[in-house]
C-alpha cells in the first residue's frame, strides 16, 4: 500500500496554519536565533528553509544575516504566494518556491546552511526527507532542525487528563497517518544513521515564562481550530471533548497562577566532507 507523504495537507492548508506559523515563530524565533548564531556563517551565505509555510523564520533568516542569500520552498503554492508577496521588499536576496522536501529541486552541496522545522513530525520517512537536507547541504555546512514531540507539553494544575490526550493523539492520529508525533527524541539517531557530525541537542523552551501567555494561547488555539475534528476522527475523543481538551489548555496558559510548558527539541549537525 502507498504511503500519503503529506497527509496533513487539508490542515496545513487551512487560514488556521497561518495564525499557527505567526504564533509558533514569535514564540520561539528569540530563543531560536542564538542556535543559528551558532554556527559562524558566512556573511553570504546561502541557506534554505524547507518547509517555509508563510515564511515566518525564512524572513527572520533573511533579516538576521542581512548578506545571506536566503530560499524558502514549501509543498503549498498559496503559502509560496503569500510568503512572496509579503516579503517582496526584501527580494531577490529572499526568494520562496514551490517544492517537494522528499524531492528537492536544488542541486547538490548548495547551501551553507539547511533548515527544515514543524515538518518531520507530519510527514512519513522523516529520514528520507533528512537525506534530502543533506544532500543539497555544502559538506562542512549545517543542518538544522526543529523536530516536534507532543508528549512534550505540560501543564499545572489540570483539571482534565491531558497527559492521556497527547499520548493517544500521538498513537491514534500519528499511527492512522503513518506518521511520528513524537520524532524530536529520534532526531540524534537520525542524524547519526546518515552519518552526520557534531550533533546537536537543544530544546527551545515554550513556556509561561519566556513567552506572553496571549502568544503561547495563540498557538493552542490555532491547533484546536485547525486540528479538533481529525483528531476526534482518530482518537476515543469525540470533537467536544477534543476541543474541551484544547480549551483546558488554553485556559491554563491564560491563567496568571497555572504553569505550562511545550518543550520544543532542535537538533543540528555538520555534513562530512566526503559522503
Keep these: 500500500m502507498s504511503v500519503d507523504l503529506n497527509p496533513q495537507v487539508q490542515q496545513m492548508a487551512d487560514e488556521s496554519m497561518v495564525r499557527t506559523l505567526s504564533a509558533q515563530a514569535q514564540a520561539i ?13 558566512a556573511p553570504t551565505a546561502a ?9 515566518e523564520i525564512t524572513s527572520r533568516l533573511a533579516e538576521h544575516f542581512s548578506q545571506a542569500e536566503v530560499l524558502g520552498v514549501d509543498i503549498l503554492s498559496q503559502h509560496v ?27 547538490n552541496a548548495r547551501f551553507e546552511l539547511t533548515v527544515c522545522r514543524h515538518v518531520m ?39 482534565l487528563d491531558l497527559t492521556a490526550f497527547w499520548h493517544e493523539v500521538v ?12 520524532v524530536g527524541r529520534r ?10 557530525l557534531d ?27 485547525g486540528y ?3 483528531l476526534s476522527q482518530h482518537t476515543r475523543y469525540s470533537l467536544l471533548e477534543v476541543q474541551a481538551r484544547f480549551n483546558e489548555l488554553i485556559a491554563s496558559i491564560q491563567d496568571p497562577r497555572a504553569y505550562v510548558v511545550w518543550q520544543v527539541p532542535i537538533v543540528s549537525a555538520t555534513v562530512p566532507e566526503a559522503r
Excluded: N
Excluded at 528569540?30 to 556563517?41: A, I, K, S, T
Excluded at 546537536?200 to 484546536?224: G, S
Design 121 to 159: 513530525q507530519s510527514v512519513p520517512h522523516p529520514e528520507r526527507v533528512l537525506a534530502e537536507l543533506v544532500r543539497v547541504t555544502k559538506p562542512g555546512g549545517r543542518v538544522h532542525l526543529l523536530l516536534e514531540d507532543y508528549e512534550m507539553i505540560h501543564h499545572y494544575p489540570s483539571r
Design 81 to 107: 504566494e503569500f510568503a512572496s508577496q509579503r516579503y517582496a521588499s526584501m527580494a531577490p536576496r529572499l526568494r520562496f518556491e514551490q517544492g517537494d522536501a522528499f524531492h528537492l529541486r536544488q542541486p
Design 187 to 196: 532526531g540524534w539517531t537520525l542524524c547519526r544513521e546518515l552519518g552526520l
Design 47 to 55: 541557506i534554505l528553509d524547507v518547509g517555509c509555510g508563510t515564511g
Design 228 to 230: 479538533s475534528q481529525v
Design 199 to 225: 550533533v546537536t541537542v537543544d530544546y527551545v523552551t515554550v513556556d509561561t515564562v519566556r513567552v506572553a501567555r496571549e502568544t503561547f494561547a495563540a498557538i493552542l488555539i490555532a491547533w484546536r481550530d
Design 29 to 41: 524565533w528569540p530563543q531560536e536565533v542564538r542556535l543559528f548564531e551558532r554556527y559562524g556563517l
Design 171 to 182: 498513537t491514534g492520529y500519528g499511527a492512522a497517518h503513518q506518521i511520528d508525533m513524537t
